[in-house]
């Protein structure tokens, strides 16, 4: 999941896993930092409906 979730994003997923108090939120992915630098530094459009859902 290190390649999906980036470094911070996988250990906080695997110690929810474990059963550690983890405090909720979501993981942006790393495709999404990808999409922003090769795509002129702009978001992907269904990211602002993705997060807005999250929350």
């Known amino acids: ?3 999906l979730l980036g ?3 996988a250990n906080l997923a695997e110690m929810a896993n474990l059963g550690l108090p ?3 939120g979501f993981t942006i992915t790393t ?9 002129g530094k702009s978001y992907p ?3 602002e409906a993705d997060v807005n859902a999250a929350l």
């Open 1 to 3: 999941m290190r390649d």
């Open 7 to 9: 470094g911070k994003g």
């Open 22 to 24: 983890v405090p909720p």
């Open 31 to 39: 495709e999404v930092c990808t999409y922003f630098y090769t795509n």
């Open 45 to 47: 459009p269904e990211l």
